[in-house]
């Protein structure tokens, strides 16, 4: 199955390279009203209503614009693809258009637009592709966790390695408690209760000014050993106090894998 990352069914979609996450605030109910104010607003430029000038007079002065990263650009054009707003995506786009592509008056092009496919689509396999959109159906959370590459893979190599086999994307599928497992480590990202407020971050990622770098977890200052589960506490953007804060993140991660496990050899068993 060719799996489309950025649009991969009806239920949500990805605008993160459209620099949606880069603004600080980057929440979701910060992020729902800005697409729903884009959104509404572009209706009227394609009845005429509004010129294209106008729209970006208007977003300009009403939307604050600050970026997490300065070096990445946060596009103006990006907003709900549909009524029930699942889907957030490029509002130039021909198919929101009636087959005129406007990305040409965007800030990197049409071009550049279209042929963007982000590393995810390299270094996600089949079966981490697969199971995150089986997995995930809210256009937050997806667009969050499918540009974390090493938050997907670290979690699906520690799974495989316990299981001593490749995961089964029908399988999770069809079991509740599975997808429910997966669903509850994906959630992480937006309730992880360890995450370092100090600096804006993004996963393991940290910004100063036009820099950034990547994060280590002080082990040594808390008295403990680096973690089996260190680069799963990155992408987490986590920052331990105690070594008994450690300890307590190490078991939420033990507890899903243990519950996914053991309901994926029962299966197993049973089938
Ligand atoms: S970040 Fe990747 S998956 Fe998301 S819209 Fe961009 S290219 Fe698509
Ligand atoms: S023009 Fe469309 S695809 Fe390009 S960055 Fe803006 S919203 Fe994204």
């Known amino acids: 199955m060719k799996v489309h990352l950025c649009q991969p069914d009806q239920k949500k979609s990805c605008a993160a390279c459209c620099g949606l996450y880069n603004y600080v605030d980057n929440t979701r109910e910060g992020l729902k009203e800005r697409l729903a104010y884009r ?3 572009f209706k009227r430029v394609r009845s005429g209503q ?29 907003g709900y693809m549909d009524e029930s707003e699942q889907k957030v995506g490029c509002m130039l786009h021909p198919m929101q258009n009636s087959g005129n592509d406007l990305r040409d008056i965007s800030f990197y092009g049409k071009d550049l637009c279209e042929g963007h496919f982000c590393p995810s689509y390299q270094k996600l396999d089949e079966v981490e592709m697969r199971t995150l959109i ?4 809210d256009w937050y959370l997806y667009g969050v966790v499918v540009t974390d590459i090493d938050f997907v893979k670290a979690f699906f190599q520690i799974l495989q390695d ?9 399988k999770v599928a069809h079991i509740p408690v599975l997808s429910n497992c997966l669903l509850r480590y994906f959630s992480l990202k937006q309730t992880w209760p360890y995450r370092d407020l100090s ?39 986590s920052r331990f106090q105690t070594k008994e804060d450690l300890a307590r993140a190490e078991s939420i991660i033990d507890g899903i894998i243990d519950e996914f496990c053991k309901g994926y050899t029962n299966y197993h068993s049973d089938h």
């Open 162 to 170: 316990r299981l001593g086999t490749r995961i089964s994307p029908d």
């Open 39 to 41: 959104t509404r607003l």
């Open 199 to 237: 600096r804006p971050r993004f996963g393991k990622y940290y910004f100063v000014g036009e820099e950034y770098n990547i994060d280590k977890i002080d082990y040594e200052s808390i008295n403990a050993e680096r973690s089996i589960y260190d680069a799963i506490f990155l992408s987490l953007a």
């Open 50 to 78: 509004t010129t294209l000038d106008e729209y970006r007079q208007v977003i300009r002065h009403r939307e604050d614009s600050r970026r997490i990263y300065k070096t990445i650009y946060t596009c103006e054009f990006a």
């Open 134 to 137: 089986d997995v995930i159906n």
